[in-house]
T-cell receptor
Framework: GESVGLHLPTLSVQEGDNSIINCAYS??????FIWYKQESGKGPQFIID?????DKRQGQRVTVLLNKTVKHLSLQIAATQPGDSAVYFC??????????????FGKGTHLIIQP | NAGVMQNPRHLVRRRGQEARLRCSPM?????VYWYRQLPEEGLKFMVY????????ESGMPKERFSAEFPKEGPSILRIQQVVRGDSAAYFC????????????FGQGTRLTVV
């Protein structure tokens, strides 16, 4: 079935470096994408979203890039900090199709910040 | 403005008992979603509800699981005759409405079946 997946289960970066977390999706009808951050023992926290009519969206220290041609999504975190350590999930949905499904999540990438 | 509130945070049930998980959406949100998360995995969609209506339950197991979102009060996810495989974290999310899809999650209920 359709699914969203991540390339790497664990990503380790030095504090202060930039991080890039990747996500591949398979549902070509998906038109809404979200990145969530989940810290241990907590619920997913919304980071940033992007709709399919955009290629790039920037937030505070985060940028999401969407490549619809290859169905690829990435999250860039600038100047990573210890507090960025968490599991990051991408999620997608098909909003314009009128479907009422919830979000489809990938398995997650565990981001580890090295001091 | 309180976020999505779930209770209890932790729930322990013996096999065969019933588990009732509650979710109060954010103020002004009328759409509720339930997800299940197994250890080291992503969240799996279970059910989507609006007030007094089940919109999509395609992710709900066919037996023992039910959900409701009454006109008054929280949304309830009910698991009857729990089994060990039901042990997981159950998250609730809410949004303002369909089309405004920024969903906010609660802290989850961690169900342990012993």
């Amino acid at each position: 079935g359709e699914s969203v997946g991540l390339h790497l289960p664990t990503l380790s970066v030095q504090e202060g470096d930039n991080s890039i977390i990747n996500c591949a999706y398979s549902n070509s009808a998906s038109d809404y994408f979200i990145w969530y951050k989940q810290e241990s023992g907590k619920g997913p926290q919304f980071i940033i979203d992007i709709r399919s009519n955009m290629d790039k969206r920037q937030g505070q220290r985060v940028t999401v890039l969407l490549n619809k041609t290859v169905k690829h999504l990435s999250l860039q975190i600038a100047a990573t900090q210890p507090g960025d350590s968490a599991v990051y999930f991408c999620a997608e949905n098909e909003v314009s199709g009128g479907g009422a499904d919830g979000l489809t999540f990938g398995k997650g990438t565990h981001l580890i910040i090295q001091p | 403005n309180a976020g999505v509130m779930q209770n209890p945070r932790h729930l322990v049930r013996r096999r065969g008992q019933e588990a009732r998980l509650r979710c109060s959406p954010m103020k002004g949100h009328s759409h509720v979603y339930w997800y299940r998360q197994l250890p080291e995995e992503g969240l799996k969609f279970m059910v989507y509800l609006q007030k007094e209506n089940i919109i999509d339950e395609s992710g709900m197991p066919k037996e023992r699981f039910s959900a409701e979102f009454p006109k008054e009060g929280p949304s309830i996810l009910r698991i009857q005759q729990v089994v060990r495989g039901d042990s997981a974290a159950y998250f609730c999310a809410s949004s303002q409405g369909f089309g405004n899809t920024e969903a906010f999650f609660g802290q989850g209920t961690r169900l342990t079946v012993v």
